[in-house]
């Protein structure tokens, strides 16, 4: 007789919401078959497949309520999007009427407190490759007109075609940065945009992309960094970048 293996999921992510309500799980397994459900009173989520209601959580940001599926990325610590969206806010000082490009915007942490900040009269442009994410983006940005969702990769050609003259730009990109080519392509606009927040989980990058900038005349206003990681070694760090006479 031979014993069957059990399958092992290769990924596994619960996603629970500080302000209570059911957690989800997501589970991964490859080619192999997900066999019976856990006995628990949580959402399940496997190979994209809401196998059992419910397959997101909600989370209120300064008043603002976001709709986060699983599998979309959102930050880790409870205390994380409060803070990290009061200091971009603070740092890019958005004017009412103002343009601003929200690039890798995720599930819409800064694009609706930024179109919020720029009112009506504003545009925010929120760039996002992830599909799960763009449906949480536009979900989260109902409402808010001054808002288009723009679903595609950040690359050079669309932040010289796409994006028009924005007055502000947000970066928070995956850990491996945003890199010299789409830096480059920004670097390029004319005008430039006044303020630049960086948003990094990840130093080294962040770093060499801090470079880039600086060498084609950006100045770093502030930065600031957070330990929204206990026991780990990464952190998270926040830059605003400032262009002379801007």
């Not at 014993?3 to 500080?18: G, M």
């Not at 028009?164 to 990109?173: A, S």
């Not at 992309?209 to 990464?234: C, I, N, Q, V, Y």
Request: hydrophobic share 45%; glycine share 12%.
């Amino acid at each position: 007789m031979r014993a069957r293996r059990k399958p092992t999921a290769r990924q596994l992510e619960v996603l629970v919401s500080p302000d209570g309500g059911t957690p989800v799980v997501l589970v991964e397994t490859g080619k192999e078959r997900l066999d019976g459900l856990p006995d628990l009173d949580v959402g399940l989520v496997w190979k994209g497949r809401t196998l059992r209601a419910p397959n997101h959580v909600e989370v209120e940001v300064d008043g603002n309520r976001f709709v986060v599926g699983a599998g979309v990325f959102w930050q880790v610590h409870p205390a994380a999007g409060p803070v990290l969206t009061q200091v971009v806010l603070e740092g890019l000082a958005a004017r009412p009427g103002e343009r601003v490009a929200d690039l890798y915007a995720g599930a819409g942490l800064f694009t609706v407190a930024l179109a919020r900040a720029v009112g009506p009269t504003g545009v925010v442009t929120a760039v996002e490759r992830s599909g799960p994410a763009v449906a949480d983006l536009k979900r989260n940005t109902a409402g808010l007109a001054q808002v288009e969702v723009v679903r595609a990769d950040v690359r050079p050609g669309l932040v010289a075609t796409r994006l028009g003259r924005p007055d502000l730009v947000v970066l928070d990109p995956a850990r491996s940065g945003v890199g010299r080519e789409v830096l480059e392509a920004l670097c390029g606009l004319d005008p430039a945009p006044r303020r630049l927040a960086y948003v990094s989980c990840e130093p080294a990058p962040f770093a060499r992309d801090l470079k880039t900038l600086l060498a084609a005349g950006w100045r770093l206003g502030s930065l600031r960094a957070f330990d929204l990681f206990p026991m780990t070694e990464h952190v998270e760090l926040v830059g605003i970048l400032e262009w002379p006479g801007g």
